[in-house]
């Protein structure tokens, strides 16, 4: 199953092709038991010049006999980035393209939870931005670009959650729009008769949401991510409600 930025849950079969920029994977029937016998093959595709972030927030699958393997490409025959079993949280994995595979496949019996996967993709050329209109520059002009530096103040060679933001403009170059320890978004807090998978509040990190079972979302986004909009660093769409 796959959650939307839009709060939707989407019923998708064991072959399924994810072309949204961040979203959430979840093993068939989650957080029921899977099933037996199952053999699916997940493809995250993301733009040409970014890589994939997979973060785990949940896990339970059979040891030994049930597997989820992360592949760095689009074939059968791509390196292994891992290979997961039992119910020990991996960490995040990253790949090095802009496409990767999920393959779960399990034998003929004992059934557990599953799993719940964060994907985000993001750029790894150094994105230009345009200064917001009426954006406090430093001093410099409101006219420019902004690019992102590390904590250095050096241009990044590929773009971070967690990097800083310098302003050039006709004045030359300012300070920090902002510093690092403001590149987070606020902590969204758990819904009520909910649960929440994930902790960063970094840029470019995602949650997901789930409804404790009896319960419905009524509004509000299951899985959210930290973005830049007007020069803010905000959740893209309001906390799910149940």
């Not at 079969?13 to 920029?21: D, R």
């Not at 199952?38 to 493809?43: D, E, S």
């Not at 310098?166 to 300070?175: I, T, Y």
Request: charged share 15%; glycine share 10%.
């Amino acid at each position: 199953m796959l959650t939307d930025l839009h709060g939707s849950s989407l019923a998708v079969s064991c072959f399924f092709n994810f072309t949204s920029p961040s979203g959430v994977v979840l093993s068939p029937n989650y957080p029921e038991d899977y099933g037996n016998h199952l053999h699916c093959v997940w493809l995250i595709l993301a733009r040409p010049e970014s890589r994939i972030h997979l973060a785990f927030n949940d896990i339970d699958v059979e040891p030994q006999f049930d597997f989820l393997v992360i592949k760095d490409g689009a074939t059968a025959e791509a390196p292994v980035l891992g290979t997961f079993s039992g119910n020990q949280l991996p960490s995040s994995i990253t790949s090095s393209g802009h496409v990767a595979r999920l393959e779960f496949q399990t034998d003929h019996s004992t059934g557990k939870r599953g799993f719940n996967i964060t994907f985000t993709s993001e750029s790894r050329l150094c994105p230009q931005l345009t200064v917001p209109l009426g954006l406090s520059s430093g001093g410099g002009s409101s006219r420019g670009v902004l690019m992102w530096v590390d904590q250095f103040q050096k241009p990044c060679e590929a773009a971070e959650p967690g990097m800083g933001l310098q302003h050039e403009g006709n004045s030359g170059k300012s300070s920090f729009l902002w510093p690092f320890r403001h590149n987070e978004c606020p902590d969204p807090g758990v819904p009520v008769n909910g649960k929440r998978f994930g902790d960063s509040l970094q840029l470019g990190s995602s949650i997901s949401f789930l409804c404790d079972e009896g319960f419905l979302g009524t509004q509000g986004s299951e899985a959210i991510t930290c973005i830049l909009k007007e020069g803010s660093v905000v959740w893209n769409s309001a906390v799910l409600r149940c």
